[in-house]
């Protein structure tokens, strides 16, 4: 396969071919784009674990829980926000063969010590959020999946 060696926009053409083999990931990816939330990512193992399957041989959708989709809104902080959004998406995804999670990032210093046990700084973008997962491998692919453009980001790079 050799996908690290070759030029980046033919990485982000394969990475592409091999994420549209995943009916469902395509199906969120479409779909998501109706909530018009900010700066919003499809995000973590839904994707690289489609990668692995399709690499592997394996079903695309093996082994994926769910479908992580993080966005950024900071004009509104309050559970009563994110709650909204996430019935709305319970209602748009609700047919789909797993759950879609979705997560205002913008909120995550709220509650992460609680849940951790260690304090995270509030973030300022759904990028350097992400960036920030226990996955350092972590990628993310938005809106601009659907047309021409993947729309791909990697902390770490691709």
């Given at each position: 396969m050799g996908y690290?060696?070759?030029p980046l926009d033919e990485q982000l053409a394969g990475l592409r071919a091999l994420l549209t083999r995943n009916p469902t990931l395509v199906e969120v990816l479409t779909r998501a784009a109706v909530l018009a939330l900010p700066d919003w990512y499809l995000v973590a193992g839904c994707l690289y674990q489609t990668v692995w399957n399709v690499v592997t041989g394996q079903p695309p959708e093996s082994g994926i829980l769910d479908?992580?989709?993080?966005?950024?809104?900071?004009?509104?902080?309050?559970?009563?926000?994110?709650?909204?959004?996430?019935?709305?998406g319970c209602r748009l995804f609700g047919d789909l063969p797993a759950p879609v999670q979705i997560r205002n990032q913008a909120r995550v210093h709220l509650w992460y010590e609680q849940k951790f046990g260690v304090p995270c700084p509030p973030?300022?973008?759904?990028?350097?959020?992400?960036?920030?997962?226990?996955?350092?491998?972590?990628?993310?692919?938005?809106?601009?999946?659907?047309?021409?453009?993947?729309?791909?980001?990697?902390?770490?790079?691709?």
């Open positions: 690290g060696r070759l479908y992580d989709l993080a966005y950024f809104d900071s004009s509104d902080l309050s559970w009563h926000a994110e709650d909204a959004v996430i019935e709305e973030h300022d973008s759904a990028e350097a959020a992400i960036d920030t997962f226990e996955a350092t491998t972590a990628c993310r692919v938005r809106d601009r999946f659907v047309g021409d453009d993947l729309g791909v980001g990697c902390g770490l790079g691709v």
